[in-house]
């Protein structure tokens, strides 16, 4: 139950971090991504102070692992994503992706974010959103994988992020 | 450039380094969002609860800023409903095909120091740029 209580605050935190830093509001996103047009770097600030703190916790977890130690909460192991190669579905997916992040100016976070205040992104985008990761796990991402690569391996780093 | 907020962004982005940086020491999970809602439809028994319960904590987050006397940012969403649809299919096959979206590789990756990371958040943030520059700027929409 602790795990459960920790990553609801670790959304929690998140999610306002996203509304304090107004990486909710489309408009906003496609105003850093108008890089010919009226950019607005606020995102590189975004991802300049996210990247901090992460980097500091990344060096303390690795620390942690390697002496041994788990996490916090009950010391299980640290999960990282497993280092791979650099792959057709790695860029050929970044390049889907970025391209459907510039047509609406959302990406995950901030659609779910979105998903109770903004009857658009509940109603259209965030369902197509899911339909589309359904749409991998029973198509392509079905298939074992057998290269070396992020979610290869142990079931733990399914999906981790990386 | 009026528009340019580096404070709250600077603020946000610390916000959302604490989440992550909870995440992965307490829990010991990266926060990617795209995998951890990806994967709570496939996901094993012991494995899903947490991921609901952040997934949880995301949608709650506006009602928690609200209650916290917040002003919520206004929030334009200009795309048409078919340009929605499209849009939200791509980020949800490319994310899980790409194992990862702005969170999971562009903050949580490049904190890492992964070069799989890097090579996505790069390939994404110039096709997103392109699409814009296409969109805004060929097609004039």
Sequence with gaps: ?162 | MESFTPWSALAGGLLIGLSAALLLLVNGRVAGISGILGSTFTAGRGDTAWRIAFLAGLVAAPLAYAAAGGTLPAVAVEASPVLLVAGGLLVGFGSRLGSGCTSGHGVCGLARLSRRSLVATVTFMATAAATVFVVRHLLGA
Excluded: Q, Y
């Excluded at chain 1, 602790?2 to 998140?14: I, K």
């Excluded at chain 1, 942690?64 to 050929?92: C, F, N, Q, S």
């Design chain 1, 1 to 162: 139950m602790p795990a459960v209580l920790t990553a609801f605050v670790s959304g929690l935190v998140f999610g306002v971090g996203l509304i304090v830093a107004r990486m909710v509001d489309p408009a906003k996103v496609l105003g850093f991504l108008d890089v010919f047009g009226a950019w607005d770097p606020s995102l590189a600030f975004v991802m300049g102070g996210a990247l901090a703190v992460t980097a500091v916790a990344v060096r303390v977890a690795r620390r942690r692992t390697a002496a041994g130690r788990g996490t916090l909460l009950d010391g299980d192991p640290i999960r990282e994503p497993a280092a791979g190669g650099i792959d057709a579905p790695l860029v050929g997916g970044a390049v889907l992706f970025g391209l459907g992040w510039g047509l609406v100016g959302l990406c995950p976070g901030p659609a779910l974010v979105n998903a109770g205040v903004v009857p658009a992104v509940a109603a259209v985008f965030l369902p197509a959103m899911v339909a589309g990761m359904l749409l991998h796990s029973f198509t392509v991402g079905r298939r074992p994988r057998t290269r070396t690569g992020p979610n290869a391996g142990t079931v733990a780093h399914a999906g981790a992020g990386d």
